[in-house]
C-alpha cells in the first residue's frame, strides 16, 4: 500500500506549501469512527501533508471523498479555518491536504477543562463557527453534498431520534422502544427543528474532536457531511459535546459570544434562537445516542462507550428544561436506558 500510494500522491500537481512529486514516505494514522484511511506524508525537504483514502470498492465512500475535496475547497476559498486542501485523484478518491498535527481541542479540555487557555479557544471555536455558517451558506453548491444537500424531517426522524431507537435502545440495550407515543413525540420535535431557517451551512458534526490546535488557533476538519441547515444546529452539538463536558456558565458565555458572531452578518432575535436551540440540540444528543451505541457495539469501537452515559446524562437535562414538557416518552425512555446503562459493568 505504501509504494502505490506513494505513486498516486506524486502523480498531483505541485501545490504552494507541498510538493507531492517529493514525496518519500507514507506513515498510517488512526481514525476515530471512520472507515477512512489516514497516512502522514512526508516529502523530501520535511514538509508533511495528511493523505486521505477512502475504502475500496465503496461507491458511497467515493462521493465523501469528492464532498471532502469540493466542500474543503469551497470553506478554503471563504476563509474558513480548515486545512488547507492540496490536490485530489479522482480515481482513487485520494484527497491531499495541510497537516495541522496531531493536537485536538478535546485533548486540551483533557489537559485542563478549567483553564483560561480552554476558554479561548472556545470562543475562537463558537466565533469562526458563526462566521463559516453564514458566509459559506452562500454558493455552497448541492451538488457537493454527497449525504443529502438539507438537514430536514425526514433525516431527523431517521437517522437521529430512529438512530437511537434502533442502535440504542434495541439493539444494544435490548429495549422493546417505540409505541405511538414516542413516535408522536419524535415527530412533534421534527415538527419543530424543521421550523428553523435552513440557509446556513451545517457541518452536521461539529464537536472538539473534529476541531484542531495549532499555535493556539482552532481549524475545523471532518466537514464532508455539510450541507444546508438551521445555525442552533453545531452550536448545540459543541456545547453538549460529551468528550469535553463543558460546565453550565462557559456553555452560556459562549452562546453569548456566538450570537455576537451571528450578528456582526445578520440580525438573529435571541429568544427565537434559544428556542431552536433546544430542539436541535435534542435532536443532536439523540443522533450522539445512537453512534455511540452504533460505533461501540457494531464496529467494536470501545472508545466510544466511556461516552454513552455523559450523553444520555446530557439528554436527561435538556428533557428536564421547560421547553421539552411536551415529550414524556422520550423522557421516561431515557430513564430506563439510564437504568440499563448502569447495569452494563463494562460501561
Known amino acids: 500500500m505504501g509504494n502505490d500510494l506513494v505513486n498516486i500522491i506524486r502523480r498531483l500537481a505541485s501545490c504552494p506549501g507541498f510538493d507531492p512529486g517529493a514525496v518519500e514516505c507514507v506513515r498510517p494514522l488512526t481514525p476515530d469512527g471512520s472507515l477512512r484511511r489516514f497516512f502522514r506524508v512526508r516529502?523530501?525537504?520535511?514538509?508533511?501533508?495528511?493523505?486521505?483514502?477512502?475504502?475500496?470498492?465503496?461507491?458511497?465512500?467515493?462521493?465523501?471523498?469528492?464532498?471532502?475535496?469540493?466542500?474543503?475547497?469551497?470553506?478554503?476559498?471563504?476563509?474558513?479555518?480548515?486545512?488547507?486542501?492540496?490536490?485530489?485523484?479522482?480515481?482513487?478518491?485520494l484527497l491531499l491536504c495541510e497537516d495541522l498535527g496531531?493536537?485536538?481541542?478535546?485533548?486540551?479540555?483533557?489537559?485542563?477543562?478549567?483553564?483560561?487557555?480552554?476558554?479561548?479557544?472556545?470562543?475562537?471555536?463558537?466565533?469562526?463557527?458563526?462566521?463559516?455558517?453564514?458566509?459559506?451558506?452562500?454558493?455552497?453548491?448541492?451538488a457537493w453534498c454527497w449525504d443529502g444537500s438539507r438537514y430536514d424531517r425526514a433525516l431527523m426522524l431517521e437517522r437521529e431520534s430512529g438512530y437511537f431507537v434502533q442502535a440504542l435502545c434495541r439493539d444494544l440495550l435490548g429495549l422493546d422502544a417505540g409505541g405511538r407515543a414516542l413516535t408522536a413525540e419524535f415527530e412533534a420535535l421534527a415538527d419543530a427543528a424543521s421550523r428553523a431557517p435552513a440557509g446556513f451551512f451545517l457541518h452536521r458534526d461539529f464537536q472538539s474532536r473534529n476541531i484542531m490546535v495549532r499555535d493556539d488557533r482552532i481549524f475545523f476538519i471532518d466537514f464532508q457531511a455539510g450541507r444546508f441547515g438551521p445555525l442552533a444546529y453545531d452550536l448545540a452539538s459543541l456545547l453538549i459535546d460529551p468528550y469535553a463536558g463543558l460546565d453550565r456558565g462557559l456553555r452560556d458565555e459562549l452562546v453569548s459570544v456566538y450570537l455576537d458572531a451571528v450578528n456582526r452578518h445578520l440580525p438573529y432575535d435571541r429568544q427565537r434562537f434559544m428556542e431552536e436551540f433546544?430542539?436541535?440540540?435534542?435532536?443532536?444528543?439523540?443522533?450522539?445516542?445512537?453512534?455511540?451505541?452504533?460505533?461501540?457495539?457494531?464496529?467494536?469501537?470501545?472508545?466510544?462507550?466511556?461516552?454513552?452515559?455523559?450523553?444520555?446524562?446530557?439528554?436527561?437535562?435538556?428533557?428536564?428544561?421547560?421547553?421539552?414538557?411536551?415529550?414524556?416518552?422520550?423522557?421516561?425512555?431515557?430513564?430506563?436506558?439510564d437504568r440499563q446503562l448502569k447495569e452494563l459493568h463494562d460501561l
Request: hydrophobic share 45%.
Open 43 to 93: 516529502a523530501r525537504d520535511g514538509a508533511t501533508a495528511v493523505a486521505v483514502l477512502p475504502p475500496p470498492g465503496d461507491d458511497a465512500a467515493m462521493r465523501e471523498a469528492h464532498a471532502a475535496w469540493q466542500i474543503g475547497r469551497h470553506l478554503a476559498g471563504c476563509g474558513v479555518p480548515v486545512p488547507v486542501p492540496y490536490g485530489f485523484e479522482p480515481v482513487s478518491g
Open 102 to 142: 496531531d493536537r485536538r481541542l478535546h485533548d486540551v479540555v483533557l489537559e485542563d477543562p478549567d483553564s483560561g487557555r480552554v476558554r479561548t479557544l472556545y470562543r475562537q471555536a463558537v466565533t469562526e463557527l458563526a462566521r463559516m455558517q453564514v458566509l459559506s451558506g452562500r454558493g455552497l453548491e448541492p
Open 278 to 337: 433546544l430542539v436541535l440540540a435534542l435532536q443532536r444528543n439523540l443522533q450522539i445516542l445512537g453512534a455511540f451505541a452504533f460505533l461501540s457495539q457494531r464496529r467494536q469501537k470501545r472508545f466510544f462507550r466511556a461516552y454513552l452515559r455523559p450523553a444520555l446524562a446530557g439528554l436527561q437535562t435538556l428533557l428536564a428544561k421547560p421547553g421539552a414538557a411536551g415529550y414524556p416518552a422520550l423522557r421516561q425512555l431515557a430513564d430506563q436506558c
